[in-house]
């Protein structure tokens, strides 16, 4: 990510000082999905959880607060040829804090009403959440390498994530053995590609033109 970075010019410190601050919005990105998730498979108290997300929700909406001044700043004083890259960035930083709104959603259910083991779709969610966390751990990896073979792995494994959360919903919808405990499970499905299709974006930019940023093969047919 500081290697691509530096093609906007400026100082080498103001650049890591933004690096730093996406970097740490992903990581705490992944820190809030595993909380929540956690307890919505779990059954645990989710007030166990609450003091620690919603405190992480707002570290991540500071740094992507502080990442947009210092992306005007940076912007007015290199002139007006960095706007455009510094707009493409300010959208990753969004999709970065969005990451945690779909946690926030996804703790919501989990108050209202937890996935227990006795759900048919439990042992599935719980693979499918595994894999998500495992995602989000490798969108920062990658994002930090900005390696271009991995991006275009990444894209076409989570294209398949993708088809995976959208088939178990269009199941639900056709015969909803769950009862109840069904809206929590489509929801929680939905929120998971959300989280996913948001992980695509960022991983998008290494890959793709200013102009096609967020517009995957995955993207242009599903949403």
Known sequence: MLEW??????????????????????????HMFDLAASVLLSGADSESVRKD?????VKINRNEQKLRRELMVHATVQGATEFPT??????????????????????DIAKVRPIN??????EDLSETKARVSVMLGRVIKIYSKQDEKESR?????????LDHCDSQVENLLEDAPDGPSAISTALAYRFFKRITAH???????????LDKINYTSADEHKN
Not at 153 to 161: N, R, V
């Open 5 to 30: 970075l530096k093609t906007l010019g400026g100082d080498n410190k103001g650049l890591e000082s933004m690096a730093s601050k996406f970097n740490q919005m992903l990581v705490d990105g992944r």
């Open 53 to 57: 997300l919603f405190k992480t929700d």
């Open 153 to 161: 792995q990444f894209i076409a494994e989570m294209d398949k994530l």
């Open 117 to 122: 083991r006795e759900s048919p779709y439990w």
């Open 86 to 107: 510094s707009l493409a960035f300010m959208s990753l930083g969004r999709d970065a804090e969005r990451i945690g709104d779909y946690c926030k959603n996804l703790f």
């Open 199 to 209: 992980s695509m974006n960022i991983i998008s930019s290494i890959i793709l033109p």
